[in-house]
């Protein structure tokens, strides 16, 4: 029987408890938000005593379902002030399903500041240690030594430097298949909610643990199969397809072209240096400097899809892993950076000092525009970097994010949904992705919906990007879907396979009812995704958000956008007419 | 009959438009509210093309009615994200009264980033000149020389440096009698408003104007002497009264006294350095060292309360003026500081600098909080005040509030109301304030509706401050009738004989009556007051703020506050029921 684990940081206590009936069918975003409904007052501090942090394996996480390696966060977001869920690959999320633990919770405040902790838990329980003489180093001189300490075998949960500093762009951190700090769920700061309780790393050692139950093992494998061959014949998700052979950031050219691709600050959509920064030149590097450089690399056992890489130096050393798309855009496109290894760089610091590099690099964007560097100025990007490592107040206002930086330098421009920056698809080029951005209940996210499966990879059959029509729908149908997905523990690459391939969604069906032992069919996807969606909605509403909230930034109405010269036109009343249901 | 001048920043026109019928009978607050509502979209960014600022003289203002040069300025607010009304008593309000303007309303947005203008005013119309060369300089140095430029007697109207840096905390400064850069529209960051539009003074000459119109002289006239007659009686005004004597800084004792002065940052209610900083204090220094220091004096012409002060420096020569309650204590006992000379400099520093006391006082005192600075460390705070006007990266956060900065700096324990620092009297110990504080639509402020007067001034009777009872409709009763007298021009403090003295109030009516020649009674008053408010909150609303934004910070929910020990304890449904009229 699968247990909650209850981490007290005020007197460091840590206690199972037996899984609620309600709870009993939940995992990932949905058992985080259900438990964040129940716990939080909305109203709260997100960095004060009252918020609480919540970590959940998916539901089929730690079984053999293909991809389905993901851990879902959850807390109240000091970068939103909503809910916050945020999700990663993680070997480490498969330990704790087969540690029997469905969630942990990490409540209380700790009595002495500036103090931190780490929680070791295992088949015997949860052991509290001091963490202090981590304190303030980088996360890759930590993450060894921690290795060496409690064995290979471990996984690392942790904030860096940015967490410690309860930082709005602080994300937490998991370890890779490598051990590598570099598996994030970075959005919304949940890593400053973990800085603010004190807790500095969770160790998970599953050794002896009891391992997952699948209630009817039979439709579960029926399903897994049918999933295995959707994804694996997928011209995106298969062996040597588009993701496995460039990684994510095979779409940098792909939404240049499209004029779809946010250049210098969200001022234009198409970016001169595109191919110098797309996954095709990261494949043909990794393969021109060898060494330590590869694609096809995946970020938790089991995944098939394997989208990831590790990038070399020029000498062939590693340099970083990885460059994902919204990464490599982020400090690029975003910055008007085209040098690939600055940008390797760049996105190095923020895995190793702990922030989410989408949000950052966002901020370094506004921080061009605000007038502390030149866009393409790669070296000034590197040392603002530093700057939030070190603590100094400019490096305390771009480690609060974009809007925060914004705010302070007198930015008007600054492409944020409730406080959180906007990913790597303009909006205004690219429609459905705008209504995502702007009703999430997330904030500014692109996987809360990910509509350009069909704007512009074609996945679902093809619809023009620039066309407002029936975007509501289709925004509101991705993110009920992927709020679904989002609770199994499968990674959202898989809605490419499942959304073309009708046998693909059925094992996917099918392997979540297997697991549980339930009759589900295709039809309770959508309930239960838009059953997500209305009760995050409701804490939302709780914390003061309003329809207000869910508007794209002012400047993108009245500024067009080259090369379409586009405003963002979708009326108010269509966007409110998402949560018509 | 009166005009509207509507000022263009785009293309840098001023127009003299007809005052519609509807606005006819506003002024001050009333009007800056009603055309803020009317013509700004609530959800635009305050610091982007689409905010206006309007300036308007309230309704008496020009005639001889005493103490009634009181200037609204409205926009929305860069601070709270509502609706904002702030005003200032200066001699400028009436010269703009006199020369037939009803409002100014300022809007558009220049083409050129950095350029600042000049508007000149007379009764021959408007100019523009460039402002550039007074740009980056103190207040101090610029405002003698643009009266040795424009003449004695004109008016001028400005942001310093931190409006020129489109900060939060920036106000609004017109001069004192004596042509100081001194009487600020400080609250709610409007300066940030005039600097994003490139405006850094309107220079007023009111010579030859056609004066101001009074509908029923008589009646005018009667009400007039009625009020003179109180305010000449009442202990707190009086010549020789309270006010008068010791300045408003009176107060520090009483509310030291009374647990409800707030110390280091809202954790204490008693300061023990209060009598060193006390008006009984200043007062005497004034006597002591001679020279340039006075109480007594007037922050405009017809003043007959005079509650203003020039403090000297120990030599005799003149420090600042003035040093009010709310600076002294915000600078004070908030930052744990028992030295007016430091005080004094520091209040100076942001006359010069053009930011609001109360916002930057609250800002240090948070600051301190994070770690900037120990509480009492006076020549930190004012090295502090330095950054700000430097624009380092700590003066952009501290300019830009202490909401901002407990952001930046991780700082849970932030007092502040819809982004907007509280001032000197603490809701735990002193219940009705602290729903005003939370209620009303500028974010937390006294002035909006001054429960004090009771609570522990004994005007209208003596509540106890500690208790919850009957402070909902104290405080909304008080909200209304300011919002009343913010559009009549009055200054608040005419609210203390009004209240106690019948014949008082009937001459405040009358007055009003009499000037624009309607029959309103007392019971207009509340009528008008209760107006305003609904209107301003729509605006909000508009805005996307609601209930949840109408309540104190959580910390003073859990952490009872010396020496009462109390926490605050007034139930959410009650806050909301004070909007149910």
């Not at 807790?199 to 009891?210: A, S």
């Not at 072209?257 to 095709?280: D, V």
């Not at 993110?479 to 989002?486: E, G, H, M, R, V």
């Not at 339930?518 to 996807?525: E, K, L, S």
Request: hydrophobic fraction near 35%.
């Amino acid at each position: 029987m699968k247990k909650i684990l209850r981490v007290n940081m005020t007197d460091r206590t840590a206690k199972f408890e037996e899984v609620p009936e309600k709870y009993k069918l939940m995992g990932g975003r949905w058992l985080t938000s259900s438990i964040i409904s129940d716990e939080v007052d909305p109203t709260c501090h997100p960095l004060g005593p009252n918020n609480k942090l919540v970590f959940a394996p998916g539901i089929v996480t730690g079984t053999s379902a293909p991809s389905s390696g993901r851990i879902s966060v959850g807390g109240k977001s000091p970068l939103t002030g909503g809910i916050k869920e945020s999700n990663a690959g993680t070997a480490t999320s498969q330990m704790i399903a087969r540690l029997g633990i469905k969630a942990i919770i990490v409540e209380g405040y700790p009595e002495e500041k500036g103090k931190f902790w780490l929680l070791k838990l295992d088949k015997d329980g949860a052991e509290f240690l001091p963490a202090d003489e981590w304190v303030g180093k980088g996360l890759y001189e930590v993450y060894p030594v921690l290795f060496d300490k409690y064995g290979k075998k471990v996984g690392i949960i942790s904030v860096g430097v940015a967490g410690e500093m309860k930082m709005a762009s602080a994300g937490i951190c998991f370890n890779d298949i490598d051990g590598r700090p570099s598996r994030y769920s970075g959005r919304g700061g949940l890593g400053a909610v973990m800085g603010s309780k004190g807790l500095k790393f969770i160790i998970v050692d599953d050794k002896g643990g009891p391992g997952v139950e699948i209630a009817d093992k039979e439709k579960f494998n029926v399903g897994r199969k049918k999933l295995v061959e959707a994804i694996s014949s997928h011209a995106l998700t298969k062996k040597g397809g588009a993701l496995n052979t460039y990684g994510t950031a095979v779409l940098i050219n792909i939404l240049s072209e499209a004029g779809g691709l946010p250049t210098n600050n969200f001022s234009s959509g198409t970016f001169e240096g595109a191919a110098k920064i797309s996954g095709e030149r990261i494949a043909e590097l990794c393969e021109e400097r060898g060494g330590a450089g590869r694609t096809g690399h995946p970020c938790h056992p089991g995944c098939i899809i394997q989208c990831s890489n590790v990038y070399p130096k020029p000498d062939g050393t590693e340099h970083v892993s990885c460059i994902e798309y919204e990464s490599d855009w982020a400090f690029g496109a975003n910055c008007g950076i085209d040098d690939l290894d600055a940008i390797a760089e760049l996105i190095r610091l923020c895995n190793d000092y702990g922030v989410d590099t989408i949000e950052m690099g966002g901020t370094i964007a506004v921080a061009m525009e605000g007038g502390l560097a030149e866009f393409g100025d790669a070296q000034k990007a590197i040392e603002l970097m530093h700057e939030v490592a070190k603590g100094t107040p400019l490096g305390r206002i771009l480690g609060n994010g974009a809007a925060v930086t914004g705010k302070t330098l007198g930015v008007v421009r600054v492409p944020a949904v409730k406080g959180q920056n906007m990913p790597a698809y303009s909006p205004r080029a690219i429609k459905g992705i705008g209504i995502t951005y702007a009703t999430s209940t997330m904030g500014a996210d692109h996987t809360a919906g990910y509509t350009i499966a069909p704007e512009i990879a074609g996945v679902g059959g093809k619809v023009d990007p620039l066309s407002t029509e029936g975007k509501v729908t289709l925004s509101r149908n991705f993110q009920s879907t992927t709020a679904y997905l989002d609770a199994t523990g499968y990674c959202l690459f898989i809605a490419f396979p499942i959304i073309d391939i009708a046998s693909g969604f059925e094992g996917m069906v099918e392997s979540v009812a297997g697991m549980l032992g339930t009759n589900w069919t295709g039809d309770d996807v959508g309930r239960i995704g838009l059953e997500i969606m209305r009760m995050e909605r409701k804490f939302n509403e709780g914390a003061g958000l309003t329809k207000v909230d869910d508007r794209l930034p002012e400047f993108m109405k009245y500024e067009p956008l080259p090369p379409h010269n586009q405003v963002w036109d979708v009326p108010d009343e269509d966007l409110d007419s998402l949560w018509e249901f």
